[in-house]
């Protein structure tokens, strides 16, 4: 009686286990990976399956990496007796620059499980730096005491944080003579007019892109204003 009752248990109320079958990848990293020097940088994989998904984490070459003092691994596998299949997810943490993880470092995301390896995922990682200088900085509409500046965005490979712009009056003998406070301008902002020039002055203005990396060197254009119409 008491086996009887405990086939048709089986049957009725515990899940059918699942033949074996190559795990799914439900979470991987991109094929690039951007960071910034001496930030955290945190890969992900997660895949499921039956039997239970193991994950490893290979360096360029195909070195099996470890938790130690440059690297930080933290994998789980999430299942009960009523939950199949089951779910692996493996992080790998690291400091962006650091000698075993500097630009073009490539790291592996192997999935695999007790039947066998299924799954490479390889992402590269870019260690991105300050952005290259603004782009066809100009100036127009000038006046005795104003002018229009512009630009284009410069490639960088995370996204710009803001703009500077100075500018600085310049005697004829092209000793300076008077440097502004640099303004501050946001990272969608592409044109931006000065107002308070002294008339039929040498200037020269220049510009600096920043991003979470650090500043651009500077791009600079020269100008005069014009006289002053004002009669004196």
């Known amino acids: 009686m008491t086996l009887h009752f405990t086939i048709l248990y089986c049957m009725f109320f515990l899940p059918p286990i699942p033949f074996p079958e190559n795990p799914v990848v439900t979470e991987a990293p991109a094929n690039i990976t951007i960071a910034i020097a001496m930030e955290t940088v945190e890969l992900t994989c997660s895949a499921?399956?039956?039997?239970?998904?193991?994950?490893?984490?290979?360096?360029?070459?195909?070195?099996?990496?470890?938790?130690?003092?440059?690297?930080?691994i933290n994998s789980s596998s999430t299942s009960n007796r009523f939950s199949v299949p089951?779910?692996?997810?493996?992080?790998?943490?690291?400091?962006?620059?650091?000698?075993?993880?500097?630009?073009?470092?490539?790291?592996?995301?192997?999935?695999?499980?007790?039947?066998?390896?299924?799954?490479?995922?390889?992402?590269?990682?870019?260690?991105?730096?300050?952005?290259?200088?603004?782009g066809s900085f100009s100036v127009s509409s000038i006046t005795s005491s104003s002018a229009t500046f512009s630009w284009t965005e410069p490639f960088s490979l995370v996204n710009i944080t803001g703009y500077n712009l100075t500018f600085l009056q310049v005697a004829s003998?092209?000793?300076?003579?008077?440097?502004?406070?640099?303004?501050?301008?946001e990272p969608d902002q592409l044109q931006f007019t000065f107002s308070k020039f002294l008339p039929f002055s040498n200037y020269s203005a220049s510009l600096t892109a920043s991003n979470r990396a650090g500043e651009s060197v500077f791009t600079e254009i020269t100008f005069v204003t014009e006289e002053s119409s004002e009669p004196n």
């Open 173 to 185: 003998d092209s000793s300076s003579v008077f440097q502004s406070k640099p303004e501050s301008l």
């Open 86 to 134: 089951t779910v692996t997810t493996s992080t790998l943490s690291f400091s962006a620059g650091d000698s075993r993880a500097g630009n073009n470092s490539q790291f592996t995301c192997e999935v695999g499980n007790v039947l066998g390896r299924f799954h490479d995922i390889v992402t590269t990682l870019r260690i991105a730096g300050p952005p290259n200088p603004p």
């Open 48 to 72: 499921e399956g039956f039997p239970t998904p193991s994950i490893m984490w290979l360096n360029r070459s195909s070195n099996a990496l470890q938790s130690d003092g440059t690297f930080s």
